[in-house]
Structure formats: structure tokens, C-alpha cells
């Protein structure tokens, strides 16, 4: 682009606070300043590399439990706050940038869940008068991860609410070409198009896992990631597996409920498991690089892998999916997960995939965005 834009970026999930959600919002912004942009972000963390503003959030990073029995505050916020919790948290940032916000932006980058971030975005184009781009990481309704959101009338109410932010952006992009659709459904007139997940390099950095195992990986979450997404897809496969190949060593990286946790330590063979915790994302690289194998865990009502399957690509790595997911023969071929667990070897390669984008080829394609709308 001739002129170097300046872009403000708002998101709930950012590092130096680990979450599913932070690594696209933080390649991109660090991509987009690699480019030559001005790049800003507003969000309850920043690291060292990234210019921008902390705005603090009472819990910067995600609860570790899934949804329980609504207490009565759960039911007032529910009720009192639209489209979520967290638009309270959106109201402060609107204040925290119109107050510290160092240039006159080109551009400002909302990046949902939480969708209530959208509010923000809305009432900083109006006052810095600029474009403005929605990105969706998720599906806002025809999905929902919120569970209020089960509700019919809750359902019709908010699909209001996602009208009115989506008709007053420039610009929308999704990670797939579903949720893609959705945010059409919403503005038909507002350019729509796909930006892809990304994923870092593989770092220098190397982790030795037991020569004497076959080394299953799995990085990330389960139902905090998609409530669909439960840990108990992979009990039949996988105990089947150990039974036919008792080599097998399943590393666990990554935030577990409390309930899959138990899951683990009474359905599981507790020779074959080995629980990690959360790992900063290089580590988890790292992991990813020295397996023998990689697995998914799919839900039965996703029509695309998890995020997760970007960074798993970039690695000559067989990588197996459990569970019901529509996608599941793309990514095992013509056997299920319990052939190819029992199959699985040291040193084993996968199929041949196609390579995962990068985060520099990303945000280039979203600087073409950005030219394709300031030229209309």
C-alpha cells in the first residue's frame, strides 16, 4: 500500500496471558507492524514486542471451569448485559483509548468472541471517524459456545444486536468460509471474506520426549474450546489402542476442567497418559515438533477442524482425529482413529496437506483487504 496505515487493535484475548483465543489477534498485530503499519492494541495484556495500552480485566484469563448451575448473579448479568459479560469491559477500553490512544487511527480491529468487543469498535469509528473490521473466530449464533444463547427468544434478540455491529463495519473476516457466511447473513452489503488461521514458525527450542515411547501430542483445550469438543470422545479409541499397542504415550498440553481431569485419571490407562499443564505457545511448538503423532479431538456439529489443525500442519506428522466430526475422513483418510492409533510407529510421516499460511502471507492478504475498501 503506498501510505503505511495505523491500525488500532482490540482484543479480549492477548498475550502475555495464554488462551486460544490471543495467538491470531497477536500475529497479526506483530505481522502487520513487521509490514511497516502503526499498529496499537488495547487489550488485559501486552507483551514486550507490542505497542499498545493495558486495559486490566478482572479475569484475563479464561475460567477453567465449564458453565455450571446459573447462580442468580449469573442470571442478572445474563439479563442486564447484551450481548455479554464482558460489555462491560468494552465500555472501559472505549475510555481507555479515547484517552491514551496516541495517533489518529486508519483502521480499528475488534476481534471476537467475546462479540460485546464489537460495541467498542462501533463507537471508536464513529468518534475517530475511520474503517473499521470485524474479525470472527467463532460462530456468533449459528453455533453458540454462550449458552444463554439456547434460548429462542435470547437467540432473536441478539441476532438484532450482531445486525446492527456487522451493518456499521467496513470490513468483515472469518477464519473459515462458514462463519464467513454467517457474518454475510447478518450484513449482506458489507464485504465479507475468509483470513485463515496462521501459525508461528517452529522455534529452535527442542524437548526430549522417551525414546522407548510411541509419542501422542495433543496442545490446547477440549469443552473450553468448544463445548462440543469433550474429552470422553477419545476414551473408546484410544483404550482400544493402548490395548493393541502399549507403547503409546498420550502428552496433554494445555487448560483442563477439573472434570476432565478426573475423566483422565479414572477412564484412562494411567501408564499411557501424561498431563502437562498449560505451556507457553513455543513449548508447545516444540512438542508438536518431537511427536510421533498428532491428535484432534472433533466436534460432531463443526464443519472445519479446530485452529489447532493450522499449527499441526506444519509438521510431517501423521495427525489422527477421535470423535463424530464431519471433517473427520480430510483429515485420517480411509481409516478411523483406532487403526491408525494401533498403526502408529516412531517416526511415522503423515499425508501430505496442504501448508499452513503464515503469519507474514496473512496479514498481507489483509492489507489487501484494506486497499480493495479504501479504493471503493
Same mark, same amino acid.
Given at each position: 500500500?503506498?501510505?503505511?496505515?495505523?491500525?488500532?487493535?482490540?482484543?479480549?484475548?492477548?498475550?502475555?496471558?495464554?488462551?486460544?483465543?490471543?495467538?491470531?489477534?497477536?500475529?497479526?498485530?506483530?505481522?502487520?507492524?513487521?509490514?511497516?503499519?502503526?499498529?496499537?492494541?488495547?487489550?488485559?495484556?501486552?507483551?514486550?514486542?507490542?505497542?499498545?495500552?493495558?486495559?486490566?480485566?478482572?479475569?484475563?484469563?479464561?475460567?477453567?471451569?465449564?458453565?455450571?448451575?446459573?447462580?442468580?448473579?449469573? *442470571?442478572?448479568?445474563?439479563?442486564?448485559?447484551?450481548?455479554?459479560?464482558?460489555?462491560?469491559?468494552?465500555?472501559?477500553?472505549?475510555?481507555?483509548?479515547?484517552?491514551?490512544?496516541? *495517533?489518529?487511527?486508519?483502521?480499528?480491529?475488534?476481534?471476537?468472541?467475546?462479540?460485546?468487543?464489537?460495541?467498542?469498535?462501533?463507537?471508536?469509528?464513529?468518534?475517530?471517524?475511520?474503517?473499521?473490521?470485524?474479525?470472527?473466530?467463532?460462530?456468533?449464533?449459528?453455533?453458540?459456545?454462550?449458552?444463554?444463547?439456547?434460548?429462542?427468544?435470547?437467540?432473536?434478540?441478539?441476532?438484532?444486536?450482531?445486525?446492527?455491529?456487522?451493518?456499521?463495519?467496513?470490513?468483515?473476516?472469518?477464519?473459515?468460509?462458514?462463519?464467513?457466511?454467517?457474518?454475510?447473513?447478518?450484513?449482506?452489503?458489507?464485504?465479507?471474506?475468509?483470513?485463515?488461521?496462521?501459525?508461528?514458525?517452529?522455534?529452535?527450542?527442542?524437548?526430549?520426549?522417551?525414546?522407548?515411547?510411541?509419542?501422542?501430542?495433543?496442545?490446547?483445550?477440549?469443552?473450553?474450546?468448544?463445548?462440543?469438543?469433550?474429552?470422553?470422545?477419545?476414551?473408546?479409541? *484410544?483404550?482400544?489402542?493402548?490395548?493393541?499397542?502399549?507403547?503409546?504415550?498420550?502428552?496433554?498440553?494445555?487448560?483442563?476442567?477439573?472434570?476432565?481431569?478426573?475423566?483422565?485419571?479414572?477412564?484412562?490407562?494411567?501408564?499411557?497418559?501424561?498431563?502437562?499443564?498449560?505451556?507457553?505457545?513455543?513449548?508447545?511448538?516444540?512438542?508438536?515438533?518431537?511427536?510421533?503423532?498428532?491428535?484432534?479431538?472433533?466436534?460432531?456439529?463443526?464443519?472445519?477442524?479446530?485452529?489447532?489443525?493450522?499449527?499441526?500442519?506444519?509438521?510431517?506428522?501423521?495427525?489422527?482425529?477421535?470423535?463424530?466430526?464431519?471433517?473427520?475422513?480430510?483429515?485420517?483418510?480411509?481409516?478411523?482413529?483406532?487403526?491408525?492409533?494401533?498403526?502408529?510407529?516412531?517416526?511415522?510421516?503423515?499425508?501430505?496437506?496442504?501448508?499452513?499460511?503464515?503469519?507474514?502471507?496473512?496479514?498481507?492478504?489483509?492489507?489487501?483487504?484494506?486497499?480493495?475498501?479504501?479504493?471503493?
Amino acid at each position: 500500500m503506498k501510505q503505511k496505515l495505523k491500525v488500532l487493535l482490540i482484543a479480549r484475548h492477548f498475550p502475555p496471558h495464554i488462551s486460544g483465543g490471543a495467538r491470531r489477534p497477536y500475529l497479526l498485530a506483530k505481522e502487520l507492524m513487521n509490514l511497516g503499519c502503526t499498529v496499537n492494541v488495547f487489550a488485559p495484556g501486552i507483551p514486550d514486542d507490542i505497542e499498545g495500552f493495558v486495559v486490566p480485566h478482572p479475569m484475563p484469563v479464561p475460567n477453567n471451569q465449564p458453565a455450571q448451575k446459573p447462580s442468580l448473579r449469573d *442470571f442478572a448479568r445474563t439479563v442486564l448485559l447484551w450481548p455479554d459479560a464482558d460489555i462491560r469491559w468494552s465500555k472501559i477500553v472505549v475510555r481507555a483509548v479515547k484517552e491514551n490512544l496516541p *495517533f489518529q487511527p486508519d483502521w480499528i480491529i475488534t476481534t471476537s468472541p467475546p462479540e460485546s468487543i464489537h460495541h467498542a469498535g462501533r463507537i471508536l469509528k464513529e468518534h475517530y471517524n475511520c474503517k473499521w473490521l470485524i474479525d470472527f473466530r467463532d460462530f456468533w449464533l449459528q453455533r453458540p459456545l454462550r449458552p444463554a444463547l439456547q434460548s429462542p427468544i435470547r437467540r432473536l434478540i441478539e441476532r438484532q444486536i450482531a445486525q446492527k455491529y456487522c451493518q456499521s463495519a467496513d470490513l468483515m473476516v472469518a477464519v473459515d468460509k462458514y462463519i464467513c457466511e454467517e457474518t454475510k447473513l447478518f450484513a449482506p452489503k458489507v464485504p465479507a471474506f475468509v483470513l485463515p488461521h496462521c501459525s508461528l514458525s517452529p522455534p529452535d527450542q527442542t524437548i526430549d520426549l522417551p525414546e522407548n515411547r510411541i509419542n501422542l501430542v495433543h496442545t490446547g483445550s477440549f469443552s473450553l474450546s468448544d463445548l462440543d469438543r469433550k474429552i470422553e470422545q477419545l476414551k473408546e479409541d *484410544f483404550v482400544q489402542a493402548c490395548k493393541k499397542n502399549p507403547s503409546l504415550l498420550l502428552h496433554l498440553a494445555g487448560r483442563l476442567t477439573e472434570q476432565e481431569l478426573a475423566f483422565i485419571d479414572q477412564e484412562l490407562p494411567k501408564d499411557n497418559v501424561k498431563v502437562l499443564g498449560i505451556l507457553p505457545i513455543e513449548e508447545a511448538l516444540a512438542l508438536q515438533r518431537a511427536a510421533d503423532g498428532l491428535l484432534l479431538v472433533g466436534s460432531p456439529y463443526s464443519d472445519v477442524p479446530p485452529g489447532k489443525y493450522a499449527e499441526y500442519r506444519q509438521f510431517s506428522k501423521p495427525i489422527i482425529t477421535v470423535g463424530k466430526a464431519r471433517w473427520i475422513a480430510d483429515v485420517n483418510g480411509t481409516q478411523n482413529a483406532l487403526e491408525l492409533l494401533i498403526d502408529l510407529k516412531k517416526g511415522s510421516t503423515g499425508k501430505p496437506v496442504a501448508p499452513t499460511p503464515t503469519p507474514q502471507a496473512v496479514a498481507k492478504q489483509l492489507l489487501g483487504y484494506f486497499e480493495k475498501i479504501q479504493s471503493q
